[in-house]
């Protein structure tokens, strides 16, 4: 048979219930737990299903190739692609205007200053969209060869920030460049970009063009009683030249 894989997101693992919750590439832990009129349920859960129900949809994709497989053998590849970074062309238009991360940098660029986050925690994981394809087409290729069962596969880790140190977010998106460009291991400069309070970043932001859509995006990333970001484990993790910021 010929293999299935799914793109998928880490959100699945939101549901975990944890604190500090990690996803690890294995059957996402938890289960959503909010439904319409359910007045036990927990607010970080339905903050995570507010958002149209993208989440939950990729956690229920994943459960139904998981049974698939193990009903039919079906090979199945669950790809997590982490956070992925515009670049070139993609990163201007219409789409790009859209996009929350490409938001998020641009304007940090702009201003010289990120927002401050105070009510989450967790890292925020980027990748290059090269990452992404180049894992995506690795598992085509060793799935036509009848290699795997069911396998899940995490995209993640060219660039992982702690949402306590978002104002080194530029400096290291520069030196993971100079990795990508001179292929060796690079270090932060050093250099920190100023911090302000949400709103205040959000009103500057937006004056300098900023989306309002991509802004209120932005603004739920530190919502309070919002879920914490899960820290994505896996191959791309134990690699040479991942850059991390704690």
């Known amino acids: 048979m010929s293999p299935e894989h799914f793109v998928s997101t880490p959100g699945v693992g939101l549901f975990s219930g944890d604190e500090n919750p990690e996803l690890h590439p294995e059957r996402a832990p938890g289960a959503p737990r909010v ?22 949809s ?12 193990k009903l039919t053998r079906l090979p199945v590849w669950i ?15 219409k789409g790009a205007r859209l996009d929350w991360l490409n938001g998020l940098v641009q304007y940090a660029r702009v201003l010289q200053a990120v927002p401050a986050i105070k009510n989450v925690k967790g890292a925020l994981d980027i990748v290059h969209p090269r990452t992404v394809c180049t894992g995506i087409v690795d598992a085509v290729l060793r799935g036509a060869r009848g290699q795997v069962d069911l396998e899940y596969v995490h995209e993640v880790g060219d660039v992982v920030v702690s949402l ?11 030196a ?3 990795y990508e460009e001179e292929g060796v291991e690079t270090s932060l400069s050093g250099t920190k ?16 063009g900023l989306h309002l859509a991509v802004a209120m995006l932005i603004e739920n990333m530190d919502k309070p009683g919002g879920p914490n970001f899960p820290r994505l484990r896996g191959r791309r993790n134990e690699t040479n030249g991942q850059l991390q910021v704690e």
């Open 58 to 69: 990729k956690w229920a994709c994943e459960r139904l190739l998981e049974r698939t497989n």
């Open 35 to 56: 439904l319409a009129g359910n007045h036990g349920a927990d607010p970080r859960a339905a903050n995570i299903l507010g958002s149209g129900g993208y989440v939950a």
């Open 176 to 178: 993971r460049r100079g």
């Open 193 to 208: 970009c100023e911090i302000l309070p949400m709103a205040e970043w959000l009103t500057r932001a937006t004056r300098a």
């Open 164 to 174: 306590d140190s978002l104002e080194y977010l530029l400096s290291a998106l520069e």
């Open 79 to 93: 790809h997590r692609p982490s956070t992925i970074l515009r670049e070139g062309a993609d990163a201007e238009g």
